[in-house]
């Protein structure tokens, strides 16, 4: 199966800092989203993002298929973003009923 | 839209006894819906595949005749854990693509936490 690389695995920010995270796939893959995972447990969809750029408030994500990454921007950062950070795919090749293989993700914390 | 339950949201039950968790596309139709399990700090991990219709796909390393899947309908899956042990516990979580949705994203429940005594 594919490996996915998320980093860096812990990151701290004062609040209304800028962070990038990162997620590299060890194959192509589809299917790519961006998850919350807030402290009590419940996934949220930040992006689902095959390939290009989206933008959602302050947070916005870009992926490049071709070169097997993507990141996601988190801008103006507010403790209520706090939490982990996932990134999921589907690999290209082989596999079938859109199986996710997920990172082991980015645990942020804002300070005030 | 696109939203998924979960019953229940957490469950402590006696060693030796079985658990069913729910899982339930409110508002879409999902032929497949997928069940992972989390540990305390970890990331999810994929249990199994759950098919509209017919039997589900585990991963490797999964015990199918432990962890029983029904996905009787378009909008309801359930996992039973049977003869549950302390091992056991753990989060489970599960999530569903629409069937009908313009993409393949998944969405996902609330989690189910099960504690085993």
């Known amino acids: 199966g594919i490996q996915v690389e998320q980093s860096p695995p812990d990151l701290i920010l004062q609040e209304g800092a800028n962070s990038t995270l990162r997620c590299n796939f060890s194959?192509?893959?589809?299917?790519l989203q961006w998850f919350h995972q807030n402290p009590w447990g419940q996934l949220i969809n930040l992006f689902y993002?095959?390939?290009g750029t989206k933008q959602n408030g302050r947070l916005s994500a870009t992926t490049v298929a071709t070169e097997r990454y993507s990141l996601l921007y988190i801008s103006s950062s507010q403790t209520t973003d706090s939490g982990v950070y996932f990134c999921a795919g589907k690999p290209n090749s082989g596999g079938s009923n859109y199986k996710l293989t997920f990172g082991k993700g980015t645990l942020l914390t804002v300070n005030p | 839209g696109a939203v998924v339950s979960q019953h229940p949201s957490w469950v402590i039950c006696k060693s030796g006894t079985s658990v069913k968790i729910e899982c339930r596309s409110l508002d879409f139709q999902a032929t497949t819906m997928f069940w992972y399990r989390q540990f305390p700090k970890q990331s999810l991990m994929l249990m199994a595949t759950?098919?509209?219709?017919?039997?589900?796909?585990?991963e490797q390393g999964v015990e199918k005749d432990k962890f029983l899947i029904n996905h009787a309908s378009l909008t309801l899956s359930t996992l039973t854990v049977t003869s549950a042990h302390p091992e056991d516990s753990s989060f489970y979580i599960c999530s569903a693509r629409d069937r009908q949705g313009p993409t393949y994203e998944q969405y996902f429940g609330p989690g189910t936490r099960l504690t085993v005594t």
């Open positions: 194959d192509s893959v589809n299917n």
């Open positions: 759950s098919n509209e219709g017919s039997k589900a796909t585990y």
């Open positions: 993002i095959p390939s």
